[in-house]
């Protein structure tokens, strides 16, 4: 009894002791919590090899922090960009005068890189853009590139790591948050690739596995889901959100290309055939009691995300994370976390922000059922 005893008292202290890692695998439920701050603003990526953690934006948001789940080093990275004041090699871009948020980050398929969206923050969000790709080892900044035409907050390496898409338009042409293009950029060279012209807002992006296909989310008054092919530029099909559903905050192909699961804000996420577009099922999300929103309308839906063997399904909001069983389409899990959520690679650990509010948020590993 007394080992017992002794042993709830150091799990407890290893848990509540500022910045404290417990090294252990989650269990029973019991989160793993990491020394690295992050919000529900926030963009979140993993690593290939399920090493290395990239979080951007949200708490602090013109950096990228760069974890290292081994060392537990963390790197930070200022993102660069700007028309108003643009980078020289001599100096960094004076925060004071602008910067930039990084709304998305994402992991080039062989790990050695990264890119991230930044979505200007200088009183006109979204007008003045850019992608920066870093070495994700050493941190090193690569190249900046499409200043001015990046729009809202989707940024996706195609598989074979040789393309970058984006939403964007210029802006000259237009001061929206959101692009009517998709642009692809060459990630070698970061010169521009094609665009496809969508003619509806994009909210969210994702190449299909085989690199064929892309998919984007639309924003009312055109909340379309929308999968194109990527090297005719034509629409392979289109569906509008079912129900009065004003936006499509997430797009994520399946792991064997067969499905695309997309996200809500009203805790609704949609599993559609990737080849057809026909709807196979709807995820209606279990709203947290320990969100940042409480009494908000259910938001536990707006980000979606499957894990590598496909049989898992995470969707999370601000209230909420949710499981779900695939091919059942079951709910087997609700977790106190908020977003943003990512799979580790082994598919049976969940990353989240922790849902308190109670100061600085970090992040958590749970181990999924």
């Known amino acids: 009894m007394k080992t017992v005893l002794l042993m709830s008292a150091i799990i407890a202290a290893m848990f509540s002791a500022a910045g404290a890692m417990c090294r252990v695998p989650a269990v029973h439920n019991v989160p793993q919590k990491l020394p690295l701050a992050a919000s529900e603003e926030s963009s979140l990526a993993v690593s290939p090899d399920g090493q290395t953690l990239a979080v951007g934006g949200g708490t602090f948001a013109d950096t990228v922090l760069l974890y290292n789940r081994h060392t537990h080093h963390t790197q930070i990275l200022r993102i660069r960009g700007s028309m108003f004041n643009p980078p020289r090699p001599d100096r960094e871009i004076d925060p004071a005068l602008y910067y930039m948020s990084a709304a998305s980050v994402q992991f080039s398929p062989d790990g050695r890189t990264l ?5 200007a923050i200088n ?7 850019s992608l920066n790709i870093w070495d994700a080892r050493t941190g090193k900044h690569l190249r900046l590139f499409g200043m001015g035409s990046v729009k809202g907050p989707g940024v996706a390496f195609s598989p074979n790591g040789k393309l970058v898409a984006c939403s964007g338009q210029e802006v000259k042409t237009s001061r929206a948050l959101y692009g009517r293009e998709i642009r692809f950029w060459s990630a ?3 010169k521009p ?4 012209q969508t003619q509806t807002p994009i909210s969210a992006l994702d190449f299909s596995p085989d690199g064929r296909l892309v998919a984007t989310g639309g ?3 055109s909340p379309f889901v929308q999968v194109w092919n990527v090297h005719s530029h034509r629409e392979v099909w289109s569906q509008r959100l079912p129900g009065n559903l004003p936006l ?3 797009v994520r192909f399946s792991p064997n290309g067969r499905f695309l699961a997309t996200g809500s804000q009203e805790g609704i996420a949609f599993l559609w055939e990737a080849k057809t577009g026909r709807l196979v099922s709807k995820f209606t999300a279990v709203h947290s009691q320990s969100s940042f929103y409480p009494s908000s309308a259910p938001d536990a839906a707006r980000v979606v995300v499957f894990s590598a063997d496909g049989k898992r399904l995470a969707t999370g909001g601000t209230g909420g994370v ?4 695939l091919p059942s389409h079951k709910q087997v899990q609700t977790l106190q976390a908020v977003m943003p959520i990512a799979f580790l690679p082994d598919g049976r650990h969940l990353l989240t922000v922790d849902a308190s509010r109670t100061g600085i948020n970090h992040l958590l590993i749970w181990q999924i059922h």
């Not at 690739?193 to 496809?196: E, F, L, M, P, T």
Request: zero cysteines.
């Open 193 to 196: 690739a094609g665009i496809i």
């Open 248 to 250: 499509v905050t997430s």
């Open 188 to 190: 070698e060279t970061g």
């Open 123 to 129: 009183g006109a969000v979204g007008e003045n853009s």
């Open 115 to 119: 890119v991230n969206g930044g979505t």
């Open 219 to 221: 924003i009312i008054p």
């Open 322 to 325: 949710n499981i779900w069983s």
